[in-house]
């Protein structure tokens, strides 16, 4: 599996607007391309000198094709559609190879 890692620092006077976007635009279209099998919004914890708030939004895709094709076929028409908060936030994307995961069982 392989996560495609947005880093977002959003400014305070458009937060409200673009959690909402995000929430119920954004991560939906995502999904909706079928590169990817889940989504995870973070919020970072960390005070920012520059100001704003952090999130970090986790796509997961099952491979490396599904997330190569995402950046062919989808990721400039939806990265367009960010225009609306033009100016308003720095991002910093990253991918991430999944190399085991562990989880407690109850």
Do not use: C
């Not at 119920?24 to 079928?34: D, F, K, R, S, V």
């Not at 994307?93 to 190399?99: D, G, H, Q």
Request: net charge negative; no cysteine; aromatic share 12%.
């Amino acid at each position: 599996m392989y996560i495609y890692n947005v880093t977002i620092n959003i400014a305070e006077d458009v937060h409200d607007k673009w959690v909402k976007w995000m929430k119920e635009t954004h991560i939906p279209e995502m999904l909706n391309t079928g590169k990817f099998i889940k989504a995870l919004m973070s919020r970072v914890m960390v005070e920012e000198e520059m100001g704003g708030i952090t999130y970090a939004i986790q796509y997961t895709a099952k491979n490396k094709t599904d997330l190569e094709n995402y950046y062919k076929e989808d990721a400039e028409t939806l990265r367009a559609k960010s225009a609306i908060f033009e100016g308003k936030f720095v991002a910093f994307r990253t991918e991430l190879e999944v190399i085991s995961q562990h989880e407690k069982n109850t």
